[in-house]
């Protein structure tokens, strides 16, 4: 059978991906045919790439911004952790060695996750900037953090006006991150949808809500401070000013992350996010 032609995404310039990388290396190599190894940052790759299979070295941000990278070219994408956490990146460089021969099968174990397309457009509707979120994109208050407020819209319609730090979309793989530690509720990211929650709005009648991936969310900006951001995944931020809008819709593509096929969703959720961790009882020790 043909060896599957994989590239190698990483950051050479952090000295601590150094070992990683070449343990990598070894331990793919009786398993594929390495064509490139690239350097993991936002540089659109070279349209006319043809490998089957990625994999990138880091923590969940070089996951998200590498899954945002190779969307268009719909190359599945292995994550081999070297990070703090981890959520994405479901590999360390061991278990990268053990299943090696189900990830670079003919048919490895991979999950579809949803991205948003966010644009912003000024008060004439003309767009200023166009990006991709693979988690969420927040609205954010910023110095000299007064609550600002904001207009929403779903299709059009007339919906509520949010005055308070700002507001999270998020996607239902992201639910788990920032909309998490906001209150929101996590969504297993099988599920297509968009999740919307406040950030410490001026209201007691407004709740995260969970919106059908189909719908158009739109955020006119009616109040506003200096610094004022959207800022896409924690990584990619613009300054917004007052009557800007915020849209919001489903990517057309999908990310594809190859996941590890000793675990699953739930036990990550257990073992990293500590899901529903009960207090330390005397009869049950620490």
């Known amino acids: ?67 945002r990278r190779l969307v268009d070219h719909n190359i599945p994408l292995i994550g081999v952790n070297i990070g703090r956490f981890g959520f994405l990146a479901e590999f360390d460089v061991n278990s990268l060695e053990q299943q090696a021969r189900t990830l670079f099968s003919a048919a490895p174990p991979i999950r579809q996750y949803m991205l948003l397309n966010v644009q912003v457009c000024q008060a004439n509707g003309t767009e200023i900037h166009r990006a991709l979120a693979m988690n969420d994109a927040v609205i954010t208050a910023g110095p000299p953090f007064r609550m600002i407020e904001l207009h929403q819209y779903v299709n059009g319609n007339d919906g509520p006006v949010l005055n308070g730090d700002g507001v999270i979309v998020s996607t239902a793989g992201g639910s788990t991150a920032y909309n998490v530690s906001a209150g929101g509720p996590i969504v297993h990211p099988s599920i297509e949808a968009m999740i919307i929650t406040p950030l410490a709005v001026h209201s007691l009648a407004f709740r995260p809500i969970v919106a059908p991936a189909d719908e ?4 006119r ?5 200096d610094g004022t951001t959207l800022v ?27 996941t590890n096929p000793m675990t699953s969703y739930w036990k990550v959720l257990l073992e990293k996010m500590r899901w529903a961790a009960p207090p330390t009882y005397r ?4």
Do not use: W, Y
Request: proline letters at 6%; one cysteine or more.
């Open 232 to 258: 896409l995944d924690g990584q990619d931020t613009l300054p917004l000013s007052e009557d800007m809008s915020v849209i919001i819709t489903r990517h057309e593509k999908r990310a594809k992350l190859v």
């Open 216 to 219: 158009q969310l739109r955020f």
């Open 283 to 286: 009869d049950r020790g620490p």
């Open 1 to 67: 059978m043909t060896k599957p032609r994989v590239i190698i995404l990483a950051d050479t310039t952090r000295p601590e991906v150094t070992q990683p990388l070449q343990q990598v290396r070894a331990s793919i190599a009786d398993h594929v045919q390495i064509i490139d190894e690239l350097q993991a940052n936002g540089e659109p790759l070279d349209s006319t790439i043809t490998a089957d299979m990625a994999i990138a070295i880091g923590g969940d941000g070089t996951i998200m911004s590498q899954a």
């Open 221 to 225: 900006i009616t109040r506003c401070n």
